[in-house]
Structure formats: structure tokens, C-alpha cells
């Protein structure tokens, strides 16, 4: 049986070669670089332990330097399970997809015309190259000269010119002994309904020849010098060599860019994959005047595990983009991703850089955002989401795009991530540091731009807290304060210290508003108030947590401490209250125990450097007259036996 060369490219392109041989080896992952599809093991044909055989998923080859075994997918499978060529073709036409051709006989003749065909194209080529330096080319060579091609740029890539005349190219390929049905069934000419002559499809164009993975022409696009044409670009239609959905313009190159460690980066038109490759970014593919399709897809991923789409930033590439979202998720899988960099509004990857060079594409893609990015702009986008339905409305939209991906550890993924996005949208005030302005989210009315530090004054210096020994309710106060004013110019550091700050109740209500403001990412007038009071105290706007609202990391540590110094505190103060109503006479070894262990508490908060404490200082003066004779005599006495 013969088999059509284009039936064993196709299942060569949709099952990576490291698939077949990955079921008999086992790789070397340290040496092997999946990324590039590049990997090592030890040959499976000779039995060593070192791991000299190497596969080439790009260029769907492997070699064994030991044993000097080579081959592709077919030929594995015939040498190393036994298999016959019909019996290797139909397991991976199986495992692809793909229903083995019928046997038909006259396929040998049809792969001896898609021959021809080529030659055909290629003739094509040569006169069109021809033409572009003729007087009648004269505007397509200005055209190109505004746009920064020269003539190695048109030698590099082949374009050429179409004259604006009937049978310009029909009588050039006649005249080389060329049919016409030949001409016709390569779609360089059309033969009109009326019987007469063929005619050129292409006139009046700039022609760029579209190339397959082998380098052959099998296809043109044609660029209008006519603003008035009906089309702007023109593409060959469909034919025996030719399929615009399962091809890409600068494939072979690309690929081959891609090898050497080049991004694969999927751009709009032929223009703007000219101006890519000419500033050095070789890895340039596009497709053929359509939406990205499954097969171009596939075509992407076996090129590379991540290319990159770059599309226009206006509304039609957000679109494109869109549209992408739903074809891509259902084949998604771990070395199967995409990611998406939008150029500035009116302008694609020529124009930018030509206007300000490769180190401004170079930005574009290294902002380049994941599918899961885009998927959630498109479901949130203009939304507004303030009630229970709408909020249940995005995460079934989320749930039933993220269903539709087979592999479960990417849908897990996806899921944890689409997790985080809305936790930040339904709690701004709690978004991670990088993501905030600079600008405090709670700062008060009437403070222009950022806190500006004060010089302390000597009512500063001498306030309470200044003194960790401070003691008392206006003590406790500040601290509270100092607690409050670090949550909300740090909005980060909330959630961690949620429960901690529900305890405080504070005897103020208008600061008790404010604890609930801070903890829901609310803002009530009572809130506002109180926080604009408590950013007015100097002790507060003297604070280095405060100055520097971007330090999240030195602001945690001092709210850590506020924190257990105001519990240590109110311990105290509760222990003794307690104490008060148990003691009678001398105090029991108990009592004293906790109340000793209570002061030892707040005065370990007040001074975190010291590890022993070998009395409670000034804490006994927070002690009622009662407790006083008893801790003198009892605190520090051994427990009796």
C-alpha cells in the first residue's frame, strides 16, 4: 500500500516522538530539557546504563551515539516492537486521530502531481522575484522602502511582485511548457465561468510566498497597492498542496529559530513577522489570514510547549485573543501552554518597532500573561459583581471553561489560581503589596499625597508609649491606636491577625466601626472618623510603620508586638480583677502563680530582647493594694511539697 507523503507528515506532527519512546525508556531528567522537547535516556536497543540516545521532538528524529541507531516514530516502532510499516502507520494513525487512508493505487500518481505542483510554485516565485525590479514595480518598491524593506529583506523572504495585467503570469508559465490545468490546480490562475482564458488571481500585489516545514512553496499572499481593492491581502486558495488552516507563514525558519532557544511568537500578519525576524526575533510565525485554528494550534505546540500570541491591543486583538481562549482550554495540558502580550493600542509589532525599536517589543513580551489571565479579564471585564447571584453567575462561568480542560493537574491548577483572582477582587483591601498604589488605601480625608515625617517634639518623646514600662488605660489606647493606623496604611498584613484584632474591642464605638471597616474592606463615616483621629495623634504619624507604607515586612513585626503588648496588658488587668474576688487574707501559691505569670506575660511584650525576667519592675504598681503584701511574701516562694 502506498501512502500519501502529507497522511504520514500529519501523524508524525500530532504524536511528539518522546511519546512513542517515553512507553520504553525511562529518562535521564537532569540531562534531558523538556521545554525544548529535548531528551536523553539510555538506548533501548544495546542495554546501557549511560544515557547517550537522544530524541528530537522538533525535528522528530532520534540517535543513539553509542549504537549509532536513528530514525523517526515509524521507525522505532518497526525496530524495536517488531512492528510491520502498515501495522507502525496504523498505531499512530490511531493514536492521533487520524483514519488510515483507503488503498487506492492511484495515489502514487497524485503524490508525482503534488511534484509537479511544487515545481509549478516555484517557477511562480522566480518571475514574481523578476518582476519587483521591473519599471511596473516602481510603487510596490516605494511602498516597501517605507516600510524598512530593502532587497535583502525581499531576497530573504522571497517577495515578488504580481504586474497589474490579465495573463502576465499565465503566459510566463506557458511559455516555460507548463499546462494549464497545472496552472489552474496550483490556484495561480482561474479560468472564468464563461470558458474563456485563464486569468491571474493575483494583479497589482506585493507577493509574499507562504513556505510549508520543507521549504516549498505551496501557496502565495498577495498585498493590494489599490486602497480601493476589495481585499487588502489575498491568499491562494485551497488546494492539493495548500490548506490555510493547517499551515503557518515562516514555519520552517521558525522552527529552526525555536531549536536554538528563540520564543515562538505568533504575530497577525506577514509584515509584522517580517519585522520581528529582522530584529532578531527568528522564532516569528502567522496565520494565513484566519483565526488561529485547532491543527495551527498543534503545529504551535510541536514547535514549542509556550508560544507566545502578540496581538494588537485594540478592541479586534482583544477579540482575537478571546476567541482563542475557548479553542485552546480543551487541549491544554502540562508542555502545552499559551501566553498572550498585547502591543500598545494602534500599533503592531512592525510599527512598534520600527518607531522605537527591538528593546520595546522585547517589553511587550516579557509582560506576557497566561491563558488563565486572560480567561479571568474575559469573564470580569465591565462587570460588576455586589451581590451573591452575580458572584455565583462568574464562578460557574470559571467552572464550566475549566471543565472543559482533560488533564486534571493543570484543571486543578487553573482552579487555585481563578481562587486567588477572586479573593482579591471581593477583598481590594487585602491585595498583595505589588499590586496596591503606593497611596495608603485608608488614608483620611484631607492629606494630600504621602505622609510627610515630622520632627518628634518633646510632647512626642515623652507621651506614654514611648516608655515600654507605660502603664494604664491611655497606655492602652495608644497602642490600640498604633494597631489600627498600621492596618490600614498595611492592608496585607490583616487577614494573618483577623482574630486578633476581633479581640480588641475597644470602649470607643467609632474605632470599634473601624476594626469592622478594616476586616469586611468597607468604609463607614463612624470608620473614617476615627481613623482620621487616630491619624492625627503624633505618636502615630511619627511611626516609622506609617511613613513607610510600602515596608510590609518591618510593619508586621511592630504590629506583631502592639498586638502582645496590649493582650499582656489587659491579661494583667483581668487576672488581678479576678484575684481581687478570690483573695482573702494571704494569697494561696495558685493565685500568686497567675498573677506572677500574667505580669511576666506584658512584661516579656514590652521588652521582647530580654529571655529572663528576674523581677516585674514596675508592673507591681499595676497590682491593687490588696495583691501587694502577698506578692512581697508569696510570688517568688517555691511551691510547697
Request: aromatic share 6%; hydrophobic share 40%.
Amino acid at each position: 500500500m502506498s501512502l500519501p507523503p502529507q497522511f504520514l507528515d500529519e501523524i508524525r506532527a500530532r504524536v511528539p516522538l518522546s511519546r512513542v519512546i517515553g512507553r520504553k525508556v525511562v529518562w535521564d531528567l537532569r540531562r534531558s530539557n523538556q521545554a525544548k522537547g529535548d531528551w536523553w535516556c539510555p538506548c533501548p536497543f544495546h542495554g546501557e546504563k549511560t544515557a547517550s540516545f537522544h530524541v528530537d521532538d522538533q525535528k522528530g528524529f532520534y540517535y543513539c551515539f553509542g549504537c549509532h541507531a536513528k530514525g523517526d516514530a515509524l521507525t522505532f516502532l518497526r525496530e524495536a516492537e517488531g512492528l510491520g510499516f502498515i501495522e507502525a502507520v496504523e498505531l499512530l494513525a490511531s493514536e492521533a486521530g487520524l483514519p488510515m487512508p483507503e488503498r487506492d493505487p492511484r495515489q502514487v500518481q497524485r503524490a508525482d502531481r503534488r511534484t509537479e505542483l511544487v515545481e509549478v510554485m516555484e517557477q511562480a516565485v522566480r518571475w514574481f522575484r523578476m518582476q519587483l525590479g521591473t519599471g511596473l514595480a516602481e510603487q510596490a518598491r516605494a511602498y516597501l522602502g517605507r516600510r524598512g524593506l530593502d532587497g535583502a529583506a525581499c531576497e530573504q523572504f522571497g517577495i515578488g511582485y504580481a504586474p497589474d495585467q490579465r495573463q502576465g503570469l499565465f503566459n510566463a508559465l506557458r511559455s516555460k511548457g507548463i499546462s494549464d490545468a497545472l496552472i489552474i490546480e496550483a490556484g495561480l490562475c482561474a479560468k472564468p465561468d464563461d470558458g474563456g482564458a485563464p486569468f491571474d488571481r493575483f494583479r497589482g500585489r506585493i507577493m509574499f510566498p507562504i513556505r510549508d516545514g520543507r521549504g516549498r512553496c505551496i501557496a502565495f499572499g498577495g498585498r493590494s497597492l489599490d486602497p480601493n481593492a476589495r481585499a487588502k491581502y489575498l491568499n491562494s486558495p485551497e488546494t492539493a498542496l495548500f490548506d490555510k488552516g493547517r499551515n503557518l507563514y515562516n514555519v520552517g525558519p521558525a522552527r529552526a529559530a525555536v531549536a536554538k532557544g528563540k520564543p515562538l511568537i505568533v504575530a497577525e500578519g506577514y509584515m509584522d513577522v517580517i519585522a520581528l525576524v529582522r530584529a532578531g526575533f527568528e522564532g516569528a510565525v502567522a496565520p494565513l489570514g484566519t483565526a488561529i485554528t485547532e491543527d495551527q494550534l498543534r503545529l504551535m505546540w510541536r514547535i514549542s510547549p509556550e508560544p507566545v500570541i502578540a496581538l494588537d491591543g485594540d478592541t479586534a486583538g482583544v477579540r482575537a485573543a478571546v476567541r482563542l481562549i475557548d479553542l485552546a482550554l480543551p487541549m491544554t495540558a502540562p508542555g502545552q501552554a499559551l501566553r498572550f502580550a498585547f502591543l500598545p493600542t494602534g500599533q503592531d509589532p512592525d510599527d512598534l518597532i520600527r518607531q522605537k525599536g527591538a528593546a520595546a517589543m522585547t517589553g511587550v513580551l516579557d509582560e506576557a500573561r497566561p491563558l488563565v489571565d486572560l480567561l479571568w479579564r474575559r469573564e470580569t471585564d465591565g462587570r460588576v459583581f455586589d451581590s451573591p447571584e452575580r458572584k455565583a453567575a462568574l464562578d460557574k462561568a470559571l467552572g464550566d471553561a475549566i471543565a472543559k480542560i482533560p488533564d486534571k493537574d493543570t484543571r486543578d491548577h487553573y482552579f487555585a489560581a481563578l481562587k486567588q483572582m477572586k479573593w482579591e477582587l471581593f477583598n481590594p483591601r487585602r491585595q498583595p503589596q505589588q499590586d496596591r498604589a503606593p497611596r495608603p488605601a485608608w488614608q483620611p480625608k484631607g492629606m494630600r499625597g504621602p505622609i510627610v515625617p515630622v520632627a518628634p517634639v518633646a510632647s512626642t518623646r515623652a507621651s506614654s508609649l514611648s516608655s515600654p514600662d507605660a502603664d494604664g488605660r491611655t497606655a492602652e489606647q495608644m497602642i490600640e491606636a498604633m494597631i489600627l493606623a498600621i492596618c490600614a496604611t498595611h492592608p496585607a498584613l490583616i487577614a494573618p491577625v483577623e482574630t486578633r484584632l476581633e479581640r480588641l474591642e475597644p470602649e470607643d464605638g467609632e474605632r470599634a466601626a473601624l476594626i469592622h471597616d478594616l476586616l469586611a474592606g468597607s468604609q463607614s463615616q463612624a470608620g473614617q472618623r476615627a481613623l482620621e483621629s487616630i491619624m492625627a495623634e503624633p505618636h502615630v504619624r511619627t511611626a516609622p510603620a506609617i511613613l513607610r507604607p510600602s515596608d510590609d515586612d518591618s510593619a508586621a513585626g511592630i504590629l506583631a508586638n502592639a498586638l502582645d503588648r496590649i493582650e499582656a496588658r489587659r491579661a494583667v488587668r483581668e487576672e488581678i480583677a479576678r484575684a481581687e474576688t478570690e483573695i482573702e487574707g494571704l494569697a494561696d501559691e495558685g493565685l500568686t502563680w497567675r498573677v506572677a505569670q500574667s505580669a511576666r506575660a506584658r512584661q516579656q511584650a514590652d521588652h521582647p530582647s530580654l529571655a529572663d525576667l528576674s523581677d516585674l519592675g514596675e508592673d507591681r504598681a499595676a497590682l491593687s493594694a490588696g495583691l501587694k503584701a502577698a506578692l512581697e511574701n508569696e510570688i517568688w516562694r517555691k511551691p510547697r511539697k
